[in-house]
């Protein structure tokens, strides 16, 4: 079964500090690949998507992710932090046959200081 | 643009009665999703329907219950809550053949007491 794993349950940077977030996908083939933030209490929002072609995608609030298939790997990253960064990030991958359920990573936690 | 609604977005209920929450997804979206994120943990799938025919299950009790009505919004029953129940419920829409994309309603938050 396809699973995915968020190393980091917690991590906290300071403001205008660069952050990367890991992800790494259990699949025989290269799922699709996503990544949500959610506020507290809040709803999932959508924060970019990989499904094929350039390895390196952006997306939105400065946010991009580079996917590597040596490493199993869609890690998250973001050069400069800003205060409203602060959120769960979740890594989420379905199955390329479609229509079918997201798999969630545990989640990683982010904080950050002044 | 339009985004996925849902109704409630807090319901409040004793342990043992009945629940119904509702989601109504984009427009021309033909999938939904149904998924339950108990506090401090990741959302998990119980349901989803395409075409308002099951499509797929995850881990819902028998106690729940999910249907698509012909106008492609979703209902998801709840009966006999435990307290264990407590959690954030989330529906999703997407359209199918698309790009797999699921957007995401702002979830209703369900308390058992």
């Known amino acids: 079964a396809q699973s995915v794993t968020q190393p980091d349950i917690h991590i906290t940077v300071s403001e205008g500090a660069s952050l990367e977030l890991r992800c790494n996908y259990s699949y025989g083939a290269t799922p699709y690949l996503f990544w949500y933030v959610q506020s507290p209490g809040q709803g999932l929002q959508l924060l970019l998507k990989y499904f094929s072609g350039d390895t390196l995608v952006q997306g939105i609030k400065g946010f991009e992710a580079e996917f590597k298939r040596s490493q199993s790997s869609f890690n998250l990253r973001k050069p400069s932090v800003h205060w409203s960064d602060a959120a769960e990030y979740f890594c989420?991958?379905?199955?390329?046959?479609?229509?079918?359920?997201?798999?969630f990573g545990k989640g990683t936690r982010l904080s950050v200081i002044a | 643009a339009a985004g996925v609604i849902q109704s409630p977005r807090h319901l409040i209920k004793e342990k043992r009665e009945t629940a119904t929450l509702k989601c109504y997804p984009i427009p021309r979206h033909d999938t939904v999703y149904w998924y339950q994120q108990g506090p401090g943990q990741d959302p998990q799938f119980l349901i989803s329907f395409y075409e308002k025919m099951q499509s797929d299950k995850g881990s819902i009790p028998d106690r729940f219950s999910a249907q698509q009505f012909s106008d492609y919004h979703s209902e998801l029953n709840m009966s006999s809550l435990e307290l264990g129940d407590s959690a954030l419920y989330f529906c999703?829409?997407?359209?199918?053949?698309?790009?797999?994309?699921?957007?995401f309603g702002p979830g209703t938050r369900l308390t058992v007491t």
């Open positions: 999703a829409s997407s359209l199918a053949g698309g790009n797999y994309e699921q957007y």
């Open positions: 989420a991958v379905v199955l390329l046959s479609g229509n079918t359920p997201l798999v």
